[in-house]
Antibody, heavy 122, light 111 residues
Framework: QVQLQESGPGLVKPSQTLSLTCSVS??????????WSWLRQPAGKGLQWIGR???????TYNPSLKSRVTMSVDTSRSQFSLKLSSVTAADTAVYYC??????????????WGRGTLVIVSS | QSVLTQPPSVSGAPGQRVTISCSGS?????????VHWYQQVPGTAPKVLIY???NRPSGVPDRFSGSKSGTSASLAITGLQAEDEADYYC???????????FGTGTKVTVL
């Protein structure tokens, strides 16, 4: 059964780069039919999609965050990663990694990690 | 950045039926993109409840059902149970700008 687990620093200083890794167990990361994604949720607020990546390395980012986001994948380690640069307090949130499942011409998030809280503060 | 609008809260007594609306526009739901629904118990990750407008993953009770019409969608919970207390989010795709988008979220309270 596929499981996802986020890891990374829980505290990042303003203007620095937030770096998170999602470890995928179950061997699905190499499946070319899947997209792997990052999302976030500020405390008490709704969900925001950050971006997605395929094992080919092809990425698509949320236009509102595109200038600061970089995603990568390491199939040998069954991991994919997120880097968000020039962070501010507004980037404080629980960050989730998730798997996108295809449904016709659409996609939905069928598996989620437990989430990891990242606080941006000096 | 939510572009899909949901009521902040809905409530009902055990056994009752409640519905949650999700209002979009011509660039997302109205453009033909499917709507998916997630349940999030506070402190935990979201879990998919309905995908492709009206399909339930295995393990999701048939008390949950979804529908879509025009630029809106709805989630219905029949036979409301205490364990249904959670936050619910709709999700779709928006072509302008190209992005997966979520609803504002609805808190369901069982009275």
């Amino acid at each position: 059964q596929v499981q996802l687990q986020e890891s990374g620093p829980g505290l990042v200083k303003p203007s620095q780069t937030l770096s998170l890794t999602c470890s995928v167990s179950g061997g699905f990361i190499s499946d070319v039919d899947y997209y792997w994604s990052w999302l976030r949720q500020p405390a008490g607020k709704g969900l925001q999609w950050i971006g997605r990546i395929q094992i080919s390395g092809r990425t698509t980012y949320n236009p509102s965050l595109k200038s600061r986001v970089t995603m990568s994948v390491d199939t040998s380690r069954s991991q994919f990663s997120l880097k968000l640069s020039s962070v501010t307090a507004a980037d404080t949130a629980v960050y989730y990694c998730a798997k996108l499942e295809n449904w016709g011409l659409d996609w939905y998030f069928d598996l989620w990690g437990r989430g990891t809280l990242v606080i941006v503060s000096s | 950045q939510s572009v899909l609008t949901q009521p902040p809260s809905v409530s009902g007594a055990p056994g009752q039926r409640v519905t949650i609306s999700c209002s979009g526009s011509s660039s997302n739901i109205g453009a033909g993109y499917d709507v998916h629904w997630y349940q999030q118990v506070p402190g935990t990750a979201p879990k998919v409840l309905i995908y492709g407008n009206n399909n339930r993953p295995s393990g999701v009770p048939d008390r949950f059902s979804g529908s879509k019409s025009g630029t809106s969608a709805s989630l219905a919970i029949t036979g409301l149970q205490a364990e249904d207390e959670a936050d619910y989010y709709c999700q779709s795709y928006d072509s302008s700008p190209s992005s997966y988008v979520f609803g504002t979220g609805t808190k369901v309270t069982v009275l």
